[in-house]
Nanobody, 127 residues
Framework: QVQLVESGGGLVQAGGSLRLSCAAS????????LGWFRQVPGKEREFVAA????????RDADSMKGRFINSRDNTENTVYLQMNSLKSEDTAVYYC????????????????????WGQGTQVTVSS
């Protein structure tokens, strides 16, 4: 069984930064592409960013490009989301997810593609 544990959320002022971490255990970390999604109450879960198994490819949602940086450390079994220039509309619960059904370079942006999910971490951006 795979466990994903997010951390690093909190309250930050608009324009500030946060770095989310997601630590994984239970299966070979480098066998999974990792994604970040977010959700606000009453809305569907939204794709934020994802990174391939090797870490050589990343993909970001259009509204995050240039602000969020997605990286992974396969030696530490951890994926990171550095969030800069935060806006009030970035307020959400952020989830990391693992997709073990991909080859080395594929990245999925649809949430049903992901097999395992963390419990989420709240990010609140005050204006």
């Amino acid at each position: 069984q795979v466990q994903l544990v997010e951390s690093g959320g909190g309250l930050v002022q608009a324009g500030g930064s946060l770095r989310l971490s997601c630590a994984a255990s239970g299966r070979t970390f480098s066998d999974a592409a990792l994604g970040w999604f977010r959700q606000v109450p009453g809305k569907e879960r939204e794709f934020v960013a994802a990174i391939s198994r090797s870490g050589s490819r990343t993909r970001d949602a259009d509204s995050m490009k240039g602000r969020f940086i997605n990286s992974r450390d396969n030696t530490e079994n951890t994926v990171y989301l550095q969030m800069n220039s935060l806006k009030s509309e970035d307020t959400a619960v952020y989830y990391c997810a693992a997709d073990f059904n991909v080859n080395m370079y594929v990245i999925q942006t649809a949430s049903p593609a992901y097999d395992y999910w963390g419990q989420g971490t709240q990010v609140t951006v005050s204006s």
